[in-house]
């Protein structure tokens, strides 16, 4: 993992695609059903665009209809941190990753057991790394 947790909006928009830095640095939300990962079902582990952090295991990924790719638990307590969101005219509860802040969907009460938990995720804030 690279510390990015300091870089100016001139490095992000280096470093990422202009889609990746609308989503993972202004908070912008793709498609719904069109992110790359909405279908995907290669085991590995979802990390970070932006900083490689190890967010979600492909084990935790499920089919939720919501048209994001949805995860019903997180890797590991570094992986995530949660904030209120209100923007919009909804309340909800934003994603972003633990290590660089980087903006990475909501979580909803809504999910399967064993958490209840339906985290829904932008597929271009994420980067799959398959499992070999």
Known sequence: ???NSNHSDEQWRDKLTPEQ???CRLKATEAPFTGKYTDCETPGIYRCVCCGNPLFESDTKYH???GWPSFWDVMSEN???EHSDNSHGMR???VVCKACGAHLGHVFPDGPQPTGLRY???SAALDLQEKS
Do not use: K, L, P, T
């Open 79 to 81: 992986s995530v941190a």
């Open 120 to 122: 829904c995720i932008n």
């Open 1 to 3: 993992m690279n510390d």
């Open 64 to 66: 939720s209809g919501s």
């Open 21 to 23: 830095f609308a989503i």
């Open 92 to 94: 909800r509860v934003e």
